[in-house]
């Protein structure tokens, strides 16, 4: 059973960085996408990066560019997403997503249609 636990979450200033980690399990993620997204109070869920595991391609949300960085440690089945520069409007739970379709998904991460789902982890911005 796939699994996705994130982390890494909590209460910075703005301007400040946090890294979130998703630890995955359950499958073989050599081979798949995974994503971040976001989810603001009273809003709609939003994407805001995705990664190919096998290729190491990336793709980002046009408000986190240059800020934003989201990586993978095969060794560990891990992906980050480095936040840097953080802004108020960053206030979310953010949420990791994976999905054994690597090209399908990785040419749909702003539908935000990956299979699997983790719990989320909070980050807040307390500017």
């Known amino acids: 059973q796939v699994r996705l636990v994130e982390s890494g979450g909590g209460t910075v200033q703005e301007g400040d960085s946090l890294r979130l980690s998703c630890a995955a399990s359950?499958?073989?993620?050599?081979?798949?996408?995974m994503g971040w997204f976001r989810q603001a109070p009273g809003k709609d869920r939003e994407f805001v990066a995705g990664l190919s595991w096998s290729s190491g391609n990336t793709d980002y949300a046009d408000f986190v560019k240059g800020r934003f960085t989201i990586s993978r440690d095969s060794s560990k089945n891990t992906v980050f997403l480095q936040m840097s520069d953080l802004r108020p409007e960053g206030t979310a739970l953010y949420y990791c997503?994976?999905?054994?379709?690597?090209?399908?998904?990785?040419?749909?991460?702003?539908?935000?249609?990956?299979?699997?789902w983790g719990q989320g982890t909070q980050g807040t911005d307390a500017s």
């Open positions: 997503a994976a999905d054994p379709t690597p090209l399908w998904a990785m040419n749909n991460l702003r539908r935000g249609s990956l299979l699997y």
């Open positions: 359950g499958g073989t993620f050599s081979n798949w996408a």
